[in-house]
């Protein structure tokens, strides 16, 4: 009996023994199976946070200060200069005053006139009044352009819609209106660009012979402001030349949102100021396009915003020049003059929007000093 119960014992320990030793297995199957997936969540981690820091420094900008660049300043601060132009303003916002700094550029357009603006976005109160620019318009017989927009939630992405926003603000009663990308694009050159080595325009925009740009100046989310370089670069390229754009040429399908997670800041206002310059060299290297800027209801966000910002600060007048860089140049000046200019200001060098400027005047677009002459008559 006692022998009995020894081997029973014996039994019990030997399983006991066993079960430790599985136990133990489990254990250790259990902690290599732990350890092998944190190691696997630390890889990951390490390689998120090495995207994340690529990232940042991908996308990382220097701010460029603001500067004036009127002649005047430059000279008196003993500034070097390459060369200058002449940028014409008045501060009568009224179809008379854009009729005379008009006639100060001496222009005589011939042939079919292309009058390029933005139609704005529906909803937007702050575009061209189509009543300022009528007499200017119809004086030359102009054809109002535009190319669908490209980002998401746009009424204009579409050209049938395009047309009916373009009725609702007035532009189809004082011109016709050619949406220039209706029917797909063309390609031409970009000549000295760093990122872009063909523009897609409208594909209608070879059917003019010369291009008057009436911009309406103001802030911009993703540029910093909107001026002349803006509408004749983003403007009057076709819904895929606009992702070109914005992606600095790697991308051209529609919409521009994600291309513009992923571009860097200055190589999105590079290539900006490259097919810019492209729209110049077509038109006979500058001679058969000029422009003119309207400085009232400047709101941080620009024309293609539904709802934008309120306006904060005053009217200013109209500027003129054959030069898009200095005619920009000259409107940044005066924002940066003016006492309520403050959210703008903030607006323009958040994005470090000078630098199309300063990348335009590099590539040999335009000058970015200028000399102010006002066609006022001093009282």
């Given amino acids: 009996m006692l022998n009995g119960s020894k081997k029973l014992e014996d039994s019990f320990g030997v399983l006991e023994i ?3 030793y599985r136990l133990g297995e489990g254990v250790e199957v259990k902690y290599k199976k732990m350890k092998k997936g944190l190691t696997i969540l630390l890889v990951i981690l390490v390689i998120f946070g090495g995207l994340v820091i690529a990232y940042k420094r991908h996308m990382h900008y220097e701010i460029e200060p603001h500067v004036s660049y009127n002649l005047g300043d430059v000279k008196d601060e003993g500034r070097s200069f390459d060369g200058s132009s002449v940028v014409f303003m008045t501060k009568d916002i009224s179809p008379e005053g854009l009729g005379k700094v008009y006639e100060m550029l001496n222009a005589h357009p011939e042939g079919r006139v292309a009058i390029k ?26 054809t109002i352009i535009e190319c669908n927009t ?32 209706e029917n797909g694009y063309v390609s031409i050159p970009v000549e000295g660009g760093d990122h872009l080595k063909e523009n897609w325009v409208g594909e209608n925009f070879g059917n003019y012979d010369f291009v008057i740009v009436l911009t309406h100046f103001k802030g911009h989310p993703m540029g ?34 994600l291309p513009s997670l992923v571009t860097n800041q200055d190589i999105f206002t590079e290539s900006m100021a490259e097919a810019a310059k492209s729209v110049s060299d077509y038109e006979d290297h500058g001679r058969r396009i000029l422009y003119v800027n309207v400085m009232n209801r400047m709101s941080v966000d620009c024309d293609c915003v539904s709802s934008p910002a309120e306006v904060d600060m005053h009217d200013i007048g109209i500027f003129a020049s054959w030069d898009p860089v200095a005619l920009d140049q000259a409107c940044i000046d005066q924002v940066f003059l003016a006492q309520d200019g403050g959210s703008l200001q903030e607006r323009i060098l958040s994005k470090n929007g000078l630098h199309i400027l300063t990348h335009a005047e590099k590539i040999g677009l335009g000058h970015r000093v200028y000399e102010l002459i006002s066609v006022d008559k001093e009282k």
């Fill in 224 to 257: 910093g402001f909107g001026g002349a370089l803006k509408n004749i670069s983003i403007g009057i390229a076709s819904r895929e030349g606009k992702v070109r754009i914005h992606s600095g040429g790697l991308f051209s399908k529609p919409p521009i949102d």
């Fill in 150 to 181: 490209a980002y998401s939630g746009s009424k204009r992405a579409d050209t049938a819609m395009h047309r009916q926003v373009a009725k609702e603000h007035g532009f189809t009663e004082i011109a016709e209106v050619d949406i220039m990308d």
């Fill in 117 to 142: 603006l933005s139609t704005g976005e529906a909803g937007n109160p702050n575009h061209l009044d189509p009543n300022l620019i009528k007499d200017l318009v119809q004086s030359v017989n102009g």
């Fill in 18 to 20: 066993a079960r430790i």
